[in-house]
C-alpha cells in the first residue's frame, strides 16, 4: 500500500520489520501522525472494514493519556503498549509526532519488546 504520509522506502522498511520479526502472525500495519494515518499492510485474509480513524485516533490519544500518567513512575519510561483482543493482539509504539500500530496473531512478549525496539530504531533513524 502507498503512504501519503513517509517516503515509500520508510513505509517498506516498517512492512518488513514487522514481517521478518513476525512471519505469518502479522495482521495488520498501520503508520500514525498526530492528524493522519496511513495503512501499510493488510493481510489477505482480513476484511478492510475496519473504522481505523476512531482506532487509530484513540490509540494516538492513549498514548499520550500514558506518558502523562506515568512520566514520574519507578516503572521508568514507556517504551510500548501490547493489548490483547479476542482475535488478536495490538502493538503500539509511539514518539511525540508519529508511531506504529501493529496486529497479530499471538506473540511472545520477548517478540512484542524486538519488534518495538526494531521499529523504535527506525523510527528514531528516520527524523521527521
Do not use: C, P
Amino acid at each position: 500500500m502507498d503512504s501519503q504520509l513517509l517516503s515509500s522506502e520508510l513505509a517498506e522498511n516498517i512492512v518488513t520489520t514487522a514481517r521478518t520479526a513476525t512471519g505469518d502472525s502479522l495482521r495488520s500495519v498501520n503508520y500514525f501522525t498526530r492528524s493522519d494515518f496511513d495503512q501499510l499492510y493488510l493481510r489477505e485474509d482480513l476484511e478492510r472494514d475496519a473504522d481505523l480513524n476512531t482506532f487509530v485516533g484513540h490509540e494516538w490519544r492513549g498514548y499520550r493519556e500514558t506518558q502523562n500518567a506515568y512520566q514520574e513512575s519507578e516503572l521508568g519510561q514507556y517504551k510500548f503498549t501490547v493489548r490483547a483482543f479476542e482475535n488478536g493482539y495490538l502493538l503500539r509504539i509511539a514518539e511525540d509526532r508519529r508511531g506504529v500500530l501493529i496486529t497479530t496473531d499471538g506473540l511472545s512478549m520477548q517478540s512484542y519488546e524486538e519488534i518495538a525496539e526494531a521499529l523504535k530504531r527506525l523510527l528514531r533513524n528516520a527524523g521527521d
